[in-house]
């Protein structure tokens, strides 16, 4: 069984992670794309790889960074 830990900041690695905003408002059960810069917009599980693809090349403005949190699985023991 695994859980979701939340990490705010930068993530380790350039990669799809799962997301949700710092604030609670705007896209829960959401993929973006960490190109090492910048997030892109919010894909989710229910769309097609090409439009994964579309939303990876849209970019959130660089200030908007700090408002995404970052999940990493975790298992349980």
């Given amino acids: 069984m695994k859980w979701m830990k ?3 900041g930068n993530p380790p690695a350039i990669d799809w992670y799962p ?3 710092i604030r609670g ?3 829960d059960n959401s993929y973006r ?3 090492g810069e910048r997030w892109s ?3 989710f599980p229910h769309e ?3 439009k994964a693809g579309r939303w990876a090349a849209q970019k959130e403005p ?3 960074n700090s408002e995404i949190m970052w999940g990493k699985p975790q298992a349980i023991n």
């Fill in 33 to 35: 794309w960490w190109d």
């Fill in 48 to 50: 097609s790889a090409q």
């Fill in 6 to 8: 939340w990490n705010k």
């Fill in 62 to 64: 660089a200030g908007h």
């Fill in 19 to 21: 997301t949700m905003k």
């Fill in 25 to 27: 408002r705007g896209w």
């Fill in 41 to 43: 917009w919010p894909a």
